[in-house]
């Protein structure tokens, strides 16, 4: 099973780096919430 991290970073991205790190850690794909496509969410089930 695939890990997918959705995460929406605003102003500084400090979010972004944080699920950056994150998806370093699980190896996991990232994506904000506008730019995900349907077969990213079917890959990571």
């Known amino acids: ?3 997918l991290i959705l995460y929406n ?4 991205g400090n ?3 944080l699920a950056e790190a994150l998806a370093d850690e699980l ?3 990232i994506q ?4 995900i496509e349907p077969p990213a969410l079917k890959e990571a089930s």
Not at 32 to 35: D, L, V
């Open 15 to 17: 979010t972004r780096k």
């Open 9 to 12: 970073s605003t102003t500084h």
């Open 27 to 29: 190896n996991a794909v």
């Open 1 to 3: 099973m695939k890990t």
């Open 32 to 35: 904000e919430p506008g730019g």
